[in-house]
């Protein structure tokens, strides 16, 4: 399995659903009688996918997603659920970078398709913060947005201004 691969490209609605679906019946979700262990588990992998496609849509390679998803130790996704999240995650975005549609469910050749698609997107490098910091989920690239204050400029007569002086 090529860990480094990046999503090519913005996935579409209907690619996101797909890997969605996929990445959810590799989940370990309980069988419980009780409804509010299976609520909970519900929308802890629903929290766990939306973690992931942030890490996706930001650049993370999958191998960077992967051992995200092994460090948070959810029930819903133990060590072997990340590992099997893993190989589907790069089995799809690996068909998409050569032209398909996504990939398929089954992964019984561990994710291999054959191709190793090159790394677009280089990881940044490592440091501290948390994960959501260290997913790029926070503080994302603000640049080309343009000017911050779009109010007509005003011609100042260069005594200065704005300070605290008081003069």
Do not use: H, W
Request: charged share 25%; aromatic share 2%; net charge neutral.
């Amino acid at each position: 399995m090529d860990t480094n691969i990046v999503a090519p490209r913005k996935l579409t609605e209907s690619e996101s659903t797909k890997l969605r679906s996929l990445l959810k019946s590799k989940l370990t979700l309980p069988s419980s009688n009780s409804e509010a262990e299976r609520t909970q588990a519900e929308e802890d992998a629903a929290d766990l996918l939306d973690y992931a496609f942030a890490m996706i849509a930001n650049g993370k390679n999958v191998g960077y997603v992967e051992e995200e998803l092994k460090s948070m130790e959810m029930e819903v996704c133990d060590a072997s659920s990340a590992k099997m999240l893993g190989r589907t995650l790069a089995k799809f975005l690996g068909e998409l970078d050569n032209g398909g549609g996504g990939g398929g469910g089954s992964t019984n050749n561990g994710g291999n398709n054959n191709a190793a698609p090159a790394n677009r997107n280089e990881e940044k490098g490592g440091g501290g913060g948390n994960a959501l910091s260290m997913s790029g989920a926070l503080g994302s690239s603000r640049t080309g947005r343009g000017p911050r204050n779009n109010s007509p400029r005003r011609d100042f007569d260069g005594r200065g201004g704005g300070g605290r002086g008081g003069r």
